[in-house]
Every structure is written in structure tokens, then in C-alpha cells.
């Protein structure tokens, strides 16, 4: 829409055929209706994809970033700025993502930055105004995206809280998983407003103990992003937790056969940061045991309402 060339990588040939002959993405239904702008080609090729790039847009998911950049990294250039619009927590290393990919590249003077808010991929499409964060920790990468990305729907604020930004879009997954469990056990908006409202404040917390911006997660990717995934009915993580209370009788492995959903890996990380910082955080760990199984659904309310009372901070 702001009239660069861009050229999408695919490893599927019929999708590549179908993009560059008629303009449309097969991958989803919702992406097949769409026509692509005539500026947007496709390509096999990675090297001739990220060549010349001054921006390139990493949209895989999280756990699968890291590991795809150490085998491709030969093929990127130092001076071109990688935008990661993933959102979760590094699994296998227990780090924020990042950090895990700035491993995976191995140099120094590698520019990322980190694009997340509430932006259901659909909405988008149809033209409705999305505003979104991007977030560097030098500037001047976060406004260059800024700047070739935002458009009259798309509205782009920069950032240098690289941290609060990543743990916003990545911490308000598992929690949007716990919102899906509200609707699904046959709570009402009562139950959802005090569960989103008490969310925010473990989030803000964990921001804080992290080293990021408590005020990034009163933004676009924390709030924000958490409100869009808690009650938004395309939301992957909140429609998984409604389908774990609905078919109790089934294992997650069989409810998620064939899904990515980015919150359930990312609920042990968010535990296992909070032990180091010797948080309670009661909403994050009821939500990772109802996940793992050391909590059962029919004891989530008691341990949640019947702790020890206390003063609202």
C-alpha cells in the first residue's frame, strides 16, 4: 500500500504459483479471498528474497524463529533490520525471543525489532484501522519501520522498550488461554473483566522484574494486545482455552492436533520467570497447571477467590 516491493518467501511451490498467477494466498480461507497488490511477489528462493532487503519481516511462529535464522543466517545481510511479528517466550532456553534470536544470528550489529498490538491478520485485510507498536533499542530502526509500514489502516507508534514490548505480546497469550477458560466453564463478563483487570497487573509486574517499561503494558502490546486475544473471538489462544473446558474428556494434545498456539509453551516460561523473581503471580501459575495438569478445572476458582485477602495495588 505504500508502494515497496515486496517479495514473500514460501517453501510451498502452489502457493508461490498461486500468489505470483492470481494474486491470492491459498494458505488460509480467509487469506484466499483476499487479492494481493501486484507489488507483492513470492519466491522459493530465500537468498533471492533477502537480497537487497531493507526490511525483513519474520512471521513464523515463535518457537521456529530462532533455529530458522541460525540456518539461514548466511543469507541475510548486517544491515538489513529483521522485524519479528512473533509473540512468545524462547522454550528450549527459557529466553525471550530476542535474545534467543540475536544468538541464532551471531553478530553484534544485527538490527531487530519487534512489531506487536492488537491486530487479528483478518481485520487488517478488510482495510479496518490497526495501531500496533514496534519497538528497537535504537530508535532510528523502530521509526525506519515505523515509517515504511504505517499507512491511512495501519498506524505505527515507535518504541525502545524492546523488552516491555516483547513480554506484552508474548505474557498476554497464556492469559487469553485462562479468558477462553472463563467463557468455556459458563462464567460471564463479571468474571472476564476482574480475570483481564488482575492479568494486567501479574503482566505489569513480571515487565517490571524483567528490566522493561511498566508503562508499555498499559499500550498497544500490553493491554492492548491482551483485551484483542480476551475477548476477540479469532483469538487462537482464547478459542483453545474455551475447547479445554468444553471437552474436559479430551487431552490438550488432542484439542490442539494441528494448531500453533503460542500460549501454551509460553505459560511455563511466564512460571519460570516469575520463580526467579519471586513473584506470586496466582492468575499466570492457575493457568499453566489447568495447561500441564497439576490443577484441575473443577479447583482453578477456589485456588483464585479463597486466597488470603488483601489490599488492591
Known amino acids: 500500500r505504500s508502494k515497496h516491493e515486496v517479495v514473500m518467501y514460501a517453501r510451498d511451490e502452489a502457493v508461490v504459483e498461486s500468489i505470483n498467477t492470481k494474486h491470492r494466498n491459498p494458505k488460509y480461507d480467509y487469506l484466499e479471498e483476499h487479492i494481493l497488490l501486484d507489488n507483492i511477489t513470492a519466491t522459493t528462493d530465500l537468498e533471492s528474497c533477502c537480497k537487497d532487503a531493507d526490511i525483513l519481516l519474520l512471521c513464523l511462529p515463535a518457537q521456529k524463529t530462532p533455529e530458522f535464522l541460525r540456518e539461514n543466517r548466511e543469507k541475510i545481510s548486517p544491515d538489513t533490520i529483521l522485524c519479528c ?6 522454550v ?3 529466553q525471550l525471543l530476542g535474545d534467543a534470536m540475536m544468538d541464532a544470528m551471531g553478530r553484534e550489529q544485527q538490527a531487530f525489532c519487534f512489531l506487536s498490538g492488537p491486530s487479528f491478520a483478518k481485520e487488517m485485510l478488510q482495510d ?11 530508535l532510528y530502526d523502530a521509526v525506519k519501520v515505523q515509517r515504511a509500514l504505517s499507512s491511512k489502516t495501519f498506524r505505527i507508534y515507535s518504541s ?26 459458563g462464567f460471564g463478563i463479571n468474571t472476564l473483566a476482574a480475570f483481564v483487570t488482575r492479568s494486567s497487573n501479574e503482566l505489569r509486574q513480571l515487565c517490571i522484574a524483567m528490566g522493561g517499561n511498566p508503562d508499555t503494558i498499559s499500550g498497544l502490546s500490553g493491554i492492548g494486545d491482551l483485551m484483542l486475544t480476551a475477548f476477540g473471538s479469532m483469538s487462537r489462544n482464547r478459542t483453545l482455552g474455551c475447547e479445554i473446558m468444553k471437552h474436559r474428556e479430551m487431552t490438550l494434545e ?3 492436533k494441528g494448531k500453533t498456539v503460542e500460549g501454551v509453551p509460553t505459560a511455563s516460561v511466564a512460571v519460570a520467570y516469575a520463580d526467579k523473581c519471586g513473584l506470586d503471580v496466582p492468575i499466570f501459575r492457575t493457568v499453566a497447571g489447568l495447561l500441564n495438569g497439576d490443577v484441575k478445572a ?9 486466597r ?4 488492591e495495588d
Do not use: C, F
Request: charged share 20%; net charge negative.
Open 85 to 90: 511479528t512473533a509473540k512468545g517466550l524462547y
Open 92 to 94: 528450549p532456553t527459557q
Open 128 to 138: 479496518m484501522p490497526t495501531a500496533v507498536v514496534v519497538a528497537s533499542k535504537l
Open 160 to 185: 525502545q522498550d524492546v523488552v516491555g514490548v516483547q513480554l506484552g505480546g508474548a505474557l498476554k497469550n497464556p492469559l487469553a488461554i485462562g479468558a477462553g477458560m472463563i467463557e468455556g466453564a
Open 254 to 256: 488432542e484439542i490442539m
Open 298 to 306: 473443577d479447583e482453578a476458582q477456589d485456588l483464585l477467590m479463597n
Open 308 to 311: 488470603p485477602l488483601r489490599r
